[in-house]
């Protein structure tokens, strides 16, 4: 089955520095991946979609100078917290989808982030 | 805009029991329906979708125009069924962008 893995799992960072993670889907390409950020027992809140060659397009309420989206090839997209505060600890995860698979989208494992 | 509603954050059943998670979504259109399944632990993955018809481990679920509901249900809970689950839906023209319900927490007791 289609495979997305996300690295780091966590991460800590002191407050102000910069933090990328990146999300691969190891045996397919994908023309489309998800960023989503989901708090503590709540649901998945998309921020961003990233399509392959062009830039992301962010849902409303999310900064895009903030969380920095870039999708350089159809297995690769890279989000970058920058100058990440507290408030910006979560866990984020992406999602690819497979034009093969009728664009189903299988998720990444996720990223903690921990500001402090 | 598009709204998936669960209204149940918890369901305890015991082991052999029917299950029902319950989901209603708001849009005009006609959506394509989703149920994702999160174990203890492990990363989100898809259960079922409503266009491809299918029972997987059990559950099923209908998609139910006139009520605006896609319940999922399974007979008789396993202890394996523990997790939580995801309702989330996709509309036409969206670019595959999932809407998702706020989860229910289904806790099958022995």
């Known amino acids: 089955g289609a495979v997305v893995s996300q690295h780091p799992s966590w991460v800590i960072c002191k407050s102000g520095t910069s933090v990328k993670i990146e999300c691969r889907s190891l045996?397919?390409?994908?023309?489309?991946m998800f960023w989503y950020r989901q708090f503590p027992k709540q649901s998945l809140m998309l921020m961003a979609t990233s399509n392959e060659g062009s830039k992301a397009t962010y849902e409303q309420g999310v900064e895009k100078d903030k969380f920095l989206i870039n999708h350089a090839s159809l297995t690769l997209s890279t989000l970058t917290v920058t100058s990440a505060h507290p408030e910006d600890s979560s866990f984020y995860i992406c999602?690819?989808?497979?034009?093969?698979?009728?664009?189903?989208?299988?998720f990444g494992p996720g990223t903690r982030l921990t500001v402090l | 805009a598009q709204r998936v509603t669960q209204p149940e954050k918890l369901l305890s059943v015991f082991k052999g029991a029917p299950v029902e998670l319950k989901c209603n979504y708001s849009?005009?259109?006609?959506?394509?329906l989703f149920w994702y399944v999160q174990y203890s632990r492990q990363r989100l993955q898809l259960l079922l979708r409503h266009i491809s018809r299918e029972s997987i481990k059990g559950f099923t679920a209908d998609l139910n125009k006139g009520e605006t509901s896609f319940h999922l249900k399974k007979p008789f809970a396993q202890e394996e069924d523990s997790a939580m689950y995801y309702c989330a839906l996709t509309v036409t023209g969206g670019g595959n962008k999932l809407t998702f319900g706020t989860g229910t927490q289904l806790k099958v007791e022995l």
């Open positions: 045996d397919f390409q994908a023309t489309t």
């Open positions: 849009y005009s259109g006609s959506p394509e």
């Open positions: 999602s690819a989808a497979d034009r093969v698979s009728y664009n189903e989208q299988f």
